[in-house]
C-alpha cells in the first residue's frame, strides 16, 4: 500500500492546482465560520507563516519544552521570544501553571504538541472555560498535529477565537514528501509554491520512496535535532507542490487504514506503547518494558539549542507508522 499510495500521488499531481487546494481544504468536513486554509511546503514552513501573521503584537509564545527543535526555532526566527513549558509523562501540561506561566510573560500564543498518542491538552484548551480565558487575555491557541494527522478528527467544535491547527503530509501519518496545511481564523501569508527544480526534487524524492526500503548501517546522533538551514528543511515561504497536495489527499483518504494497521501491530503484540488516549494509534509510540523491540526506535527530540542532550534522553520511542520508508 505505500507504493499505490505514491503512485498514485504522482500521477493525481496532473489535477489542477485549484481543484487540490479545494479538495484538500474540505478534509476537514466541518470547520468552524470564518476558517481560512492554506497549504505549505512543510509543517515549519507553515508554523513559520503563523509566526509572521500581522495578528500578533506582543510575540511572545508558549510551547512544550520537549519538541522537535525547528517549533521554536520557527519563531524564533520570526522574532518571537519563546517560552518552554512543562508536560508530564503523560506529555500533558498543567493547565493552571500555564495560565500563571502565560500571564506572567504576557505571551499572546500556546502551542499544543499532542505527542505519541497523548491528548497534550487538547480537551482541556478545546473547552468554554479556556476559550473564554483565552480571549479575557488575548492568546491565540495553535495546534501542532504535525506528528499524528488523525488528532484532527479531535477537532470536532470550534477552538474559539484566535487559533490554527498545522497538518504535515510528511512520512510519520502517511506516506509523503513534506507539505503541509494549515486551517484557522488567523490571517496568514499565502506564498507561491516550489520552482521547477525543487518539483523535480520532491519527484525523484517520492520515486525513491518507491524502491525496497534499505536499512543504513550509518552511525545516527543520539538525539532528533535539525538546523533547517538548507532546502528542503528550511524556512523558505513556499507553497504546497502539486504534488505534496496529492499525496496529502491521497494520504488523508487511506488514513483509516493507517490507523488500522497500527491498531493491528498493538493487538499481534507487535508493539507495547503505554496507555495514553490515542496511542493504539499513533504513528510513533512510547513503549513499556515488556516491548519486544520489533519496531524501529524514534530518538528523543534534543533541546532546542544544543543538539547533544535532551530533557528525556532515556525515552524509548517505537514506530508504529503502518509502514516503513527508509
Request: aromatic fraction near 10%.
Amino acid at each position: 500500500m505505500l507504493r499505490t499510495s505514491l503512485l498514485s500521488g504522482l500521477l493525481l499531481q496532473a489535477a489542477p492546482r485549484r481543484w487540490l487546494l479545494a479538495r484538500l481544504a474540505r478534509a476537514w468536513p466541518a470547520p468552524p465560520p470564518g476558517t481560512r486554509f492554506g497549504a505549505y511546503f512543510s509543517g515549519r514552513a507553515a508554523l513559520f507563516a503563523i509566526a509572521r501573521s500581522p495578528a500578533f503584537t506582543r510575540r511572545v509564545a508558549l510551547l512544550p519544552a520537549y519538541l522537535c527543535n525547528v517549533v521554536p526555532l520557527a519563531f524564533e526566527r520570526a522574532g518571537w521570544q519563546v517560552h518552554g513549558y512543562e508536560v508530564d509523562e503523560r506529555f500533558m501540561p498543567d493547565a493552571s501553571g500555564l495560565r500563571a506561566l502565560a500571564e506572567a510573560c504576557g505571551a499572546d500564543l500556546l502551542l499544543l504538541a499532542p505527542l505519541y498518542g497523548s491528548d497534550g491538552g487538547m480537551a482541556h484548551w478545546l473547552g468554554d472555560d479556556a476559550a473564554a480565558w483565552r480571549s479575557r487575555r488575548g492568546v491565540a491557541l495553535v495546534f501542532d498535529l504535525c506528528q499524528d494527522a488523525a488528532l484532527l478528527q479531535q477537532l470536532l467544535r470550534s477552538p474559539g477565537p484566535r487559533w490554527a491547527a498545522v497538518l504535515s503530509f510528511n512520512d510519520k501519518s502517511f506516506p509523503g514528501v513534506m507539505g503541509a496545511c494549515a486551517w484557522g481564523d488567523l490571517p496568514l501569508e499565502s506564498p507561491p509554491p516550489p520552482g521547477w527544480r525543487e518539483r523535480w526534487l520532491l519527484a525523484a524524492w517520492a520515486l525513491r520512496k518507491c524502491l525496497p526500503a534499505r536499512r543504513s548501517d550509518a552511525s545516527t546522533p543520539a538525539f532528533d535535532h535539525s538546523t533547517a538551514a538548507r532546502f528542503p528543511y528550511g524556512f523558505d515561504p513556499l507553497g504546497a507542490s502539486a504534488l505534496q497536495l496529492a499525496l496529502g489527499l491521497v494520504g488523508l483518504a487511506r488514513l483509516p487504514r493507517w490507523v488500522a494497521r497500527r491498531r493491528d501491530a498493538v493487538a499481534r503484540g507487535d508493539v507495547h506503547p503505554l496507555p495514553l488516549p490515542f496511542s493504539t494509534g499513533a504513528p510513533f509510540v512510547v513503549v513499556d518494558a515488556a516491548d519486544p523491540a520489533r519496531h524501529r526506535r524514534k530518538r528523543p527530540y534534543a533541546l532546542a539549542h544544543d543538539a547533544n542532550a535532551s530533557l528525556r534522553p532515556q525515552l524509548v520511542v517505537r514506530h508504529n507508522k503502518g509502514f516503513d520508508d527508509r
